[in-house]
């Protein structure tokens, strides 16, 4: 069963990722973009990592996209949609790139052995303490650039 | 504290609303319940009739005048004797503002206002009152008065008979 | 749940369908009620009778609602994107309803000698399921109102979006310290945590910033920017109509009750309480929360915009954060952190 639930999933996914990048139109490519993100939270939720796929949905369903779609809403587009195809030089450094990632991923998979999955759910507390002990400078640096962030807008937005 | 005082603001007010849950509510359920309005209510607009039983109306087009919507007309008529009536009276009450000029305006107490506020019809042809729709049989608000006894002299007395009015002065005489 | 490839006994199944079902009742219809009783109270506070015409005492009112919705026009402005207009209102309302789903309703009940738990699914990650579903529900305000092309729709979904972002984090924020106390995201056991004593005594500020938030999270009054009716006509839902913009108004109410049941959970014990039973507790604690809302509604101005945007940035979330640096130290010092 987890495996049918996964390759419906995947396809969800591959095909609203397509669409995201094909359809012309910014608001409908979120929509579609959302819809991968949330296959692709199924996925890591069959894969026993549900703080993952949680992860997934809060962060960028619920913030990245949600912040995407405010700024195409705050600026006037016009009529997007009515605009060309990009040309094929366009295309190109982005199936190049595309292409390479395409090759790591295949070359890794290929010398995965097919490792069992962990029989045991690894729970919030073991997330937590790998996050904050081993992972800590990092995520000290993730931070201090928030903290940049922060203060980059409150210097933008003060009052003269 | 700005914080307390803030605070101390909004409880203050779910106070005021929660002793408003509790009171009784003044709606008033209508078509069961009917509130009474006082008799000077500006309602329906009747045509009245002074104590004997005679139209008060002298069709003298004052009321006509003075309403603001124009939705009074009229035509005037002599009757016997000389006394004026309306020959038709018509007002149109979906033009009508319920302002009461009409009333103000009447010299005889004919036009009134009515606490009667129930005027709904299905067809808006409806509303248009012909004269014997406005035509009671009783004096409305002032029973005793009486036009033509303080005026219409010559019409329904001889002059100088009516009500307040002095003896006519007899001009070819020498008394003061 | 991955490696899940044994059938679970029919038994089982047909248990939690029939509790999928009786949540989805009884959710539905005390939205559908809780509308009625948003009127009639309203009604009270403002000196009048409300609506009573409609079977005994108006109770049947929901129901003529119902019925006027459903007959009217099924309208989509000829210049809007028609796809996502009539997606948009569901988008509002269903994650409000899958939201239900993580929340412990009562006492688990034995039943046909097994034991049964009253929700519908205790996930390990469920707190932040909620967050994940609430940061979901902002698709249909901003989507609903883009979509209609209009002024006054596009203008109450900006609102909407920069709101619902602003207080979902300090509605997360003020989550964490119970997250700390109770030692997991799993619902069931941040109720059985509270059995001592409820959170609400140990964080009586926690729990004032996330009922601030999930006031503003509701779109209710003092935070219904993004329908202010008296500048942007019906905001997000202005060129809605008939079941549609029912979707968004019911979704309206049943984000009511279930925030209102999620902060029974967090702070208030859940079912908890001592001689009634659970399921009497739990509704009883929600239709509390429900009556605050209302209450509030009847009473208070709406915000400014700029006011808004200052008490959810500089004040809740600021003051969120230093709650929970309070009780981290606070668990610290009383040597009960795993550190």
Redesign the interface.
Known sequence: MAATLFYILATVMVIATILAITGRHPVHAIVYLVTSFFALAGIFYLLLAPLVAMFEVIIYAGAVMVLFMFVIMMLDLGHPERGGRPALGQWLPALLLGATVLATISYAAAGFAGDKLPAMLPGVKEFAVTLFSRYGVAIEVISLQLLFAVVGALYLGRRR | MRVIDDMTA?LT??W???K??L?????I?YPEEKRIPSPRYRARIILTRDPDGGERCVACYLCSAACPVDCISMQAEEGEGGRRRAAWFRINFSRCIFCGFCAEACPTMAIQMTPDYEICRRDVMDLVFEKEDLLVEHCGKDPEYNFYRHAGIGVTQPRGEGEGEKPTVDVRGLMP | MAGADVIPDPMEITLVIAKIGLVLLVILTLAAYLVFAERRILAWIQDRKGPNRVGPFGLLQPLADLIKLLTKEDFCPPAGDRWLFFLAPAMAAIPAIMTFAIVPFGAPVRIFGRDLPMQVADLHVGLLLFMALSSIAVYGVALGGWASNSKYALLGSLRGLAQLISYELSMGLSLVPTVMLARSFRLSDIVAAQEGGWFILYQPMAFAIFLVSILAECKRIPFDLPEAEGELVAGFHTEYSGMRFGLFFVGEYINILVLGGLAATFFLGGWQGPLLPGLLWFWGKVLAFAFLFIWIRGTLPRLRYDQLMHLGWKVLTPMALVNILATAWWLYLAGSSPL
Do not use: D, F, K, S
């Not at chain 2, 009171?23 to 709606?27: A, E, G, I, L, N």
């Open positions: 909004i007010g779910l005021t609303t929660w408003h849950i009171r009784r509510p003044v709606t359920q």
